[in-house]
Nanobody
Framework: VQLQASGGGLVQAGGSLRLSCAASGRTFSRGVMAWFRQAPGKEREFVAA????????PYASSVRGRFTISRDNAKNTVYLQMNSLKPEDTAVYYC?????????????????????WGQGTQVTVSS
C-alpha cells in the first residue's frame, strides 16, 4: 500500500495551495482519509479528516474556515485545499488512511487510528 502526497511548495502569506494524496495497492473507498502536519520542533498534529460518505469532516480549529478536505473515492484520492495561508501553516503535511470505515468522530483526529501514511509534502508559507 502506498500513499503518494503531492502539491506542496512555497507560497506567500494569503496564498493558496492544493494538496493531493493518491492511494495505490489497496482501496480506502470505505474508510477514513486524513491530513496531519508536523512543523519543525513540534509534534505531528491533526489537520482534517473525511469519511467515505463525506458526512463527517472534522477540522483542527486552527484551519477551520480556511482549509477544505475532499475526496474522490473512484480515484482513491484525498485533497486538501488550503486558502488564506499563514506562516504558521508551514510544516510537512502527511496524508493518512484507514480501511475499516468504523472510526468514531473523536478517533478520526488521532494519528494512531490510521494504518497507512504518505511520505509527506513540504508546505512553506513566507510572510
Amino acid at each position: 500500500v502506498q500513499l503518494q502526497a503531492s502539491g506542496g511548495g512555497l507560497v506567500q502569506a494569503g496564498g493558496s495551495l492544493r494538496l493531493s494524496c493518491a492511494a495505490s495497492g489497496r482501496t480506502f473507498s470505505r474508510g477514513v482519509m486524513a491530513w496531519f502536519r508536523q512543523a519543525p520542533g513540534k509534534e505531528r498534529e491533526f489537520v482534517a479528516a473525511i469519511d467515505w460518505s463525506r458526512s463527517r469532516q472534522p477540522y483542527a480549529s486552527s484551519v477551520r474556515g480556511r482549509f477544505t478536505i475532499s475526496r474522490d473515492n473512484a480515484k482513491n484520492t484525498v485533497y486538501l485545499q488550503m486558502n488564506s495561508l499563514k506562516p504558521e501553516d508551514t510544516a510537512v503535511y502527511y496524508c493518512a488512511a484507514e480501511s475499516t470505515g468504523r472510526l468514531i468522530l473523536s478517533t478520526m483526529t488521532t494519528s494512531s487510528a490510521y494504518e497507512s501514511w504518505g511520505q509527506g509534502t513540504q508546505v512553506t508559507v513566507s510572510s
